[in-house]
């Protein structure tokens, strides 16, 4: 079965550094892969959606990258802030009549 | 703001009630969906409703009851919980049918606590 894992459970840095968060998975490569932003006690946002024949999409301070040779993704936020502290959930989207697949998620946390 | 409407956003229940979660979303979206989600997991997929037929049941307790009376309401019928079903229930929605799903749409949440 496929599986996904986001390899940092947890990861702080520095107000104004780059965040990279991973996103990983085995078997066969998405269709599309998709991220969203969770803060506690909410339901997920969906941030951006990148296609399986697309390397890099970008959406303001964000950028995802799709390397399917690698079976990765990454997903940058440039120079952040204490707001962007949140749980970012990567979810491979198979499409071909099933449903998405979250990984567990990065706790960020943006220290001021 | 989310388009997607839940209510109750607080649930306390004994084990021997009966409650409802409901779910609304106004987009024109074919397919609506319940996960739970526990502290620290990713959201677990329940039930997924497709053209108001259930298309999908990830073998849930039958303690749990899905319902879509319409296009645009979900229901999520509780009856003998358990405490460990104590998490976080979101709604969500996606304009194509399941199998082509695209961005879903969460909900904000209920929090259901099972005593």
């Known amino acids: 079965s496929q599986k996904i894992e986001q390899n940092s459970e947890a990861l702080n840095i520095q107000e104004g550094k780059t965040a990279t968060l991973t996103c990983n998975y085995t078997?066969?490569?998405?269709?599309?892969l998709q991220w969203y932003r969770q803060d506690p006690g909410r339901g997920p946002v969906f941030l951006l959606l990148i296609r399986e024949n697309e390397k890099e999409k970008r959406k303001e301070r964000l950028k995802v990258t799709f390397d399917t040779t690698l079976k990765q993704s990454l997903f940058h936020i440039t120079a952040s802030q204490p707001a962007d502290s949140a749980t970012y959930l990567c979810?491979?989207?198979?499409?071909?009549?099933?449903?998405?697949?979250f990984g567990k998620g990065t706790r960020l946390s943006v220290i001021a | 703001d989310t388009e997607v409407t839940q209510t109750p956003k607080h649930l306390v229940m004994g084990m021997t009630n009966k409650k409802s979660l409901k779910c609304e979303q106004h987009?024109?979206?074919?397919?609506m969906y319940w996960y739970k989600q526990k502290a620290k997991k990713p959201p677990e997929l329940m039930f997924v409703?497709?053209?108001?037929?259930?298309?999908i049941n990830e073998s849930v307790p039958s303690r749990f009851s899905p319902e879509c009376p319409n296009s645009s309401l979900l229901n999520l019928h509780l009856h003998a919980l358990q405490p460990e079903d104590s998490a976080l229930y979101l709604c969500?929605?996606?304009?194509?049918?399941?199998?082509?799903?695209?961005?879903?749409?969460f909900g904000e949440g209920s929090r259901l606590t099972v005593l």
């Open positions: 979810a491979l989207d198979m499409r071909r009549n099933t449903p998405l697949v």
């Open positions: 969500a929605s996606s304009q194509g049918p399941s199998g082509n799903t695209g961005e879903l749409f």
């Open positions: 987009m024109g979206h074919r397919a």
């Open positions: 078997n066969y490569s998405p269709a599309y």
């Open positions: 409703y497709s053209y108001e037929k259930l298309s």
